[in-house]
């Protein structure tokens, strides 16, 4: 099978997973398609030799095994199943359990700094940038952290000022320039979804064509 491989990437908040579920519902492939997010491979609070979650950088591109991330992709792209990790961001662990996915004619790859390592970036056939507003981010990310995450505004306030922002700056905004595509406003802005949509059905038919 040839596969299409796509990135997805934006700053914290910017609407990466609603561009994807949009972008799939015009595709019309959902069974054909596997979403890898770049956040199950999260390093394992032990991995931090005893440091406390306020003192870790989690919006470092090295607080993610992206090797794994790129092994599993490599397996994928050869018909071969793989067991992606579960990162539970509450107790900042991974669970013994996994996920299985299988292989698909599309794999998706989701994440902030997707783009930054370049053995990954390289696997990607079409990279999609989700360029929303710092704000509007901003206020996603505390709605998140505080419903899904159990955590406090102060500490979600703290976080951001202490390390999503500075990171953001040094890798997340510059490497929108590895973007094929950059879709402002998110999921919103439905005639560059519509327009990704476009040129996804003509790569893939481009790769079939070629297999």
């Not at 509007?136 to 709605?143: A, F, V």
């Not at 406090?152 to 306030?157: P, Q, T």
């Given at each position: 099978m040839d596969h299409l491989v796509i990135g997805i990437a934006g700053g914290t908040g910017s609407g990466k997973t609603t561009v994807t579920q949009k972008i799939l519902e015009r595709l019309r492939v959902h069974d054909n398609v596997v979403v890898i997010q770049h956040d199950s491979y999260y390093k394992d609070i032990t991995a931090y030799s005893g440091l406390t979650p306020d003192k870790i950088n989690f919006d470092h591109p090295d607080s993610l095994e992206t090797s794994l991330l790129v092994r599993d992709i490599k397996e994928l792209k050869r018909d071969v199943s793989v067991e992606q990790p579960i990162y539970n961001f509450t107790t900042h662990s991974r669970l013994k359990d996994t996920r299985r996915l299988a292989s698909n004619d599309i794999i998706i790859i989701e994440g902030i700094l997707i783009f930054v390592e370049k053995e990954l970036r390289d696997l990607m056939d079409i990279k999609i940038f989700v360029d929303t507003d710092a704000d509007?981010?901003?206020?996603?990310?505390?709605?998140r952290d505080i419903l899904e995450r159990g955590r406090?505004?102060?500490?979600?306030?703290n976080q951001y000022v202490a390390t999503v922002k500075p990171m953001h700056l040094e890798f997340v905004e510059p490497s929108k320039h590895w973007a094929d595509i950059i879709v402002p406003r998110g999921g919103d802005n439905l005639v560059a979804i519509d327009m990704v949509a476009v040129k996804i059905e003509t790569m893939l038919r481009n790769k079939h064509n070629l297999s």
């Open positions: 509007e981010r901003l206020l996603r990310r505390i709605r406090s505004i102060e500490s979600v306030m």
